[in-house]
């Protein structure tokens, strides 16, 4: 084998354009492939991909509804049955229910603000710090013999 005879593998390089390097190289000469006229053949020539020609572009054509709340507060919902179903299954304590151990149970994600909702029955005594409650939630939690506090 002689090192003047290796090659890159077939297909793994492609020929490319060395524009501007004299007319002999076949992409020199007075445009250097960039067209004769028009704001794309000026040097210093960058157009935005959105930019549609002085045309009133799209993102301002379309018609834009409501109102979004900056500072809305979203809650992950748990249900009462929910809780129950945990403790029973084990996978949180029934004397202390946090935020901190939904999180540990996989029920909530890291940054999730939880909000208990009464659906569903709850027949264990828990003790629940949430977000918020929903009035049914709190009355069924305590109606069970637990209690309910709001962490800020």
């Avoid at 005879?5 to 992409?27: D, E, F, N, Q």
């Avoid at 890291?110 to 264990?124: F, P, T």
Wanted: hydrophobic letters at 40%; aromatic letters at 6%.
């Amino acid at each position: 084998m002689d090192l003047s005879k290796l090659k890159p593998a077939a297909g793994s390089t492609r020929k490319r354009k060395r524009i501007a390097r004299g007319v002999g190289s076949g992409y020199g000469g007075h445009s250097a492939t960039r067209g004769d006229k028009g704001q794309k053949s000026r040097s210093g020539a960058s157009i935005p991909a959105w930019f549609e020609g002085g045309q009133m572009p799209l993102q301002r054509r379309i018609p834009k509804f409501g109102f979004k709340n900056r500072f809305r507060k979203q809650y992950k919902a748990v249900n009462v049955d929910a809780l129950a179903a945990l403790v029973e299954a084990g996978r949180i304590e029934a004397g202390k229910i946090s935020p901190e151990s939904l999180r540990a149970a996989g029920v909530i994600g890291k940054s999730d603000l939880v909000k208990i909702l009464g659906a569903g029955e709850i027949s264990v005594a828990v003790t629940v710090s949430a977000h918020a409650f929903s009035a049914s939630a709190k009355e069924k939690i305590e109606k069970a013999g637990g209690s309910t506090s709001v962490v800020e």
